[in-house]
């Protein structure tokens, strides 16, 4: 509920009316009806870090993946965000995939080294309990249960457009909102604007 808290605050702050629904389920056995959509309301989807622990037709007939997007164009929303990891964990042979895994979680723990000190508990938690799983099920794990199958921006493009979506940019105060946020936070963070998206690097690592 913490996301939920937040955004309430921020209504209250704008005086905007504003309600927050949990719903507790996983993308493949998403319903409509647990979304607790009302009538003529502005829909907004942000996909953050999800899509690619959904299974896709490498790893199922049923391929969710495309199903879950196509669930969501059918209700017209006005607006849709990815938010992935840059790198091809899916279809790749696993000698690729162990050097682009290496490569990424390489920039992922120097990131953290430099933001916030070793002993610091939600380091340590985001250590262990999320990026060491992560590893482990990249390289460690096949078929169905490997499910961290990350896909490359290409790819991302062209499901979303086989699911009847058109790509928009980035508008330059959100690029630059994002670009001033992250320069407070730490300046070894580098974001570059490409291909009608915003790529967040660490240092001279894409």
Same mark, same amino acid.
């Given at each position: 509920?913490?996301?939920?808290?937040?955004?309430?605050?921020?209504?209250?702050?704008?005086?905007?009316?504003?309600?927050?629904?949990?719903?507790?389920?996983?993308?493949?056995?998403?319903?409509?009806?647990?979304?607790?959509?009302?009538?003529?309301?502005?829909?907004?989807?942000?996909?953050?870090?999800?899509?690619?622990?959904?299974?896709?037709?490498?790893?199922?007939?049923?391929?969710?993946?495309?199903?879950?997007?196509?669930?969501?164009?059918?209700?017209?929303? =006005?607006?849709?965000? +990815?938010?992935?990891?840059? /790198?091809?964990?899916?279809? %790749?042979? *696993?000698? $690729?995939?162990? !050097?682009?895994?290496?490569?990424?979680?390489?920039?992922?723990?120097?990131?953290?080294?430099?933001?916030?000190?070793?002993?610091?508990?939600?380091?340590?938690?985001?250590?262990?309990?999320?990026?060491?799983?992560?590893?482990?099920?990249?390289?460690?794990?096949?078929?169905?249960?490997?499910?961290? =199958?990350?896909?490359? +921006?290409?790819?991302?493009? /062209?499901?979303?457009?086989? %699911?009847? *979506?058109? $790509?928009?940019? !980035?508008?330059?105060?959100?690029?630059?909102?994002?670009?001033?946020?992250?320069?407070?936070?730490?300046?070894?963070?580098?974001?570059?604007?490409?291909?009608?998206?915003?790529?967040?690097?660490?240092?001279?690592?894409?």
């Amino acid at each position: 509920m913490f996301v939920g808290e937040r955004l309430s605050r921020l209504a209250r702050l704008f005086k905007v009316p504003f309600q927050f629904h949990a719903a507790v389920v996983s993308g493949t056995e998403i319903q409509l009806e647990s979304l607790g959509i009302h009538a003529g309301e502005a829909l907004a989807v942000n996909f953050a870090f999800m899509l690619h622990q959904t299974p896709d037709e490498s790893v199922s007939t049923q391929n969710h993946r495309d199903g879950l997007l196509r669930f969501f164009k059918r209700l017209s929303p =006005r607006v849709v965000t +990815l938010v992935e990891q840059e /790198s091809n964990t899916n279809t %790749a042979a *696993f000698f $690729p995939r162990f !050097l682009e895994t290496t490569d990424y979680y390489t920039a992922m723990f120097e990131s953290i080294d430099a933001t916030l000190p070793r002993e610091h508990k939600d380091r340590i938690n985001v250590e262990q309990h999320c990026l060491a799983r992560d590893v482990v099920n990249i390289i460690a794990c096949e078929g169905t249960e490997r499910v961290e =199958r990350h896909e490359l +921006l290409g790819k991302w493009k /062209s499901r979303f457009k086989m %699911a009847g *979506f058109t $790509p928009y940019p !980035l508008s330059s105060l959100v690029n630059g909102t994002i670009k001033n946020l992250l320069n407070k936070y730490c300046d070894k963070y580098k974001p570059e604007e490409r291909e009608e998206a915003l790529y967040l690097g660490w240092m001279n690592i894409d």
